[in-house]
């Protein structure tokens, strides 16, 4: 292995570890800050499987396969560089960042809903009232026929009634 490639292998080292830590806090700070601390677990395995690979495939490609251990340890101080002197800096950043998405997320939901969803709910309300209307004015017309055209008769008294009167 050439030094220029060791230098190679070093800077690629260097860069992948801090993209680790970017990476991993972009992620903490967008999605698993909000999660229990199972999904965390799951998300935090399957993040750094993930970047595993990453990592295996560029320093596979500079180095034409053989990935020597201290490159493993030149990542992990690439990540430490960007934990002690970036991440203080990053998290200020990210907060006002993080809010501003926030921010145009609610907005675009609520336009979305403005456009898509508030006129079924409008044309939902406008014929329930017509029906409601409908259904109270039908049912007094129905009502009204009934007293007019269908009048109760009168109770005759039934000669049992009026021979039972007499008995006593």
Known sequence: MS?????LLLFYSLIIGIYIGVTYDLLYYFILMH?????????????????????????????????????YLIIGIGFMVYYNSSQSYYKRQLYPLK??????YKKIIKLLKYIFVKPFVDSYLFFEKIYLFIKRKSIKVFKFIKSK???????????????NSTEL
């Open 3 to 7: 030094l220029h490639t060791q230098y």
């Open 35 to 71: 999660f229990k601390k199972a999904v965390k677990f799951i998300c935090d395995l399957l993040f750094f499987i993930i970047q595993g690979f990453i990592v295996f495939q560029v320093i596979y490609n500079v180095n034409d396969g053989i990935i020597p251990f201290y490159s």
């Open 99 to 104: 809010k501003l998405i926030k921010y145009g």
């Open 149 to 163: 055209w269908f009048k109760p008769k009168k109770k005759q008294v039934s000669e049992s009634n009026s021979q």
